[in-house]
């Protein structure tokens, strides 16, 4: 297959290229440049302008074109960015998609757990309701964008969970870790809806060719709460696990993202994907935070 891939240069979209790759697809990267040879193809999503033409040589398409949420902090001007950029990609790949002559049979497009708010003491699958705050309502927004792909096209929309990778979520992490300075986030019994790099990508790549469609939850196989986590990460660096960052603190400095990154209970369930074969290299935390660690 030929996969368009919106944000290929980014932490997940390196690894897919990579597993694509491997796989004999071929990555075909969006690029806001001129593009440099046959496997890119410029697009200008601030200007929603993309050549539908492009797409009749194009198999399937994967969106993972947004500002990152792990910038800190939520000023209101990037709180508008976060929103503006995955509904612009969005909008300007689906109306590429509309006018396309022969369009890509699948559109598997970014999405994140935060749709479902803090939910302490619920197990969340695909069908649960969406959430009230800042996050779930720009990943309402974001998979209502999805949903304008003309019919022939499948869509998912695939809602990730905290990516554990050298470079995602945990890099401010890491390295307080490896100076034993890792400890609970408030208290650290929230759930915190985890993946391993390897298999979020893995996941892509098996949608490629699934039947599913609509939204499917990209997590790990196995529950796990901020503390474990953490403290997985502490013992695989051989350092305590000791040092607390009270709710408190953590509300002071980082406000909403605190709230709803760091200390909302989202207990996701990876059933949906389990179900269609998925089978997943990395069940545990710390056999992802293992693999990471072995990750140049």
């Known amino acids: 297959m030929r996969v368009l891939i ?42 929603l302008v993309l050549d539908p033409s492009v797409l009749d040589d194009i198999d399937a398409v994967v969106n993972l074109s947004g ?37 890509p049979t699948v559109l598997l497009n970014g999405s994140a757990v935060g749709i479902y708010g803090d939910r302490p003491g619920e197990v969340l699958s695909e069908a649960s309701t969406a959430g009230t ?13 999805a949903r304008l792909a003309p019919e022939p096209t499948r869509v998912v929309m695939l ?3 905290l990516v554990l990778a050298k470079g995602g979520a945990l890099k ?24 391993s790099l390897h298999d979020e990508a893995a996941a892509i790549v098996h949608l490629l060719t699934s039947t599913l469609s609509g939204p499917v939850n990209l997590v790990g196989p196995t529950p796990a709460t901020s503390n474990d986590i953490i403290s997985a990460l502490a ?24 709230r709803q990154l760091l200390l909302a209970d989202q207990q996701v369930s990876a059933q949906k994907l389990l179900d269609d074969g998925f089978e997943f290299a990395h069940r545990t935390p710390a056999t992802a935070i293992a693999w990471m660690l072995r990750q140049p």
């Open 67 to 103: 500002a990152s949420l792990a910038r800190l902090p939520w000023t209101s001007g990037y709180r508008k960015e976060i929103l503006r950029s995955r509904l612009q990609a969005t909008r300007t790949l689906t109306d590429a998609l509309g006018r396309a002559v022969t369009p």
């Open 235 to 258: 013992t695989a660096v051989r350092r305590p696990f000791l040092l607390a960052v009270p709710k408190p603190i953590l509300t002071l400095l980082l406000q909403d993202a605190a």
């Open 159 to 161: 809602r990730t969970g």
């Open 172 to 195: 401010p992490v890491l390295p307080l870790a490896k100076l034993g300075l890792a400890g609970p986030l408030g208290d650290g019994t929230q759930h915190w809806a985890w993946v």
């Open 6 to 47: 919106a944000g290929a240069s980014g932490l997940i979209g390196s690894e897919l290229s990579r597993q694509l790759a491997a796989a004999a697809h071929t990555p075909v990267r969006l690029v806001r440049r001129e593009a440099l040879g046959t496997n890119e193809i410029r697009w200008d999503p601030a200007a």
């Open 133 to 145: 705050d800042f996050l779930a309502d720009v990943v309402t927004r974001w998979e209502a964008e």
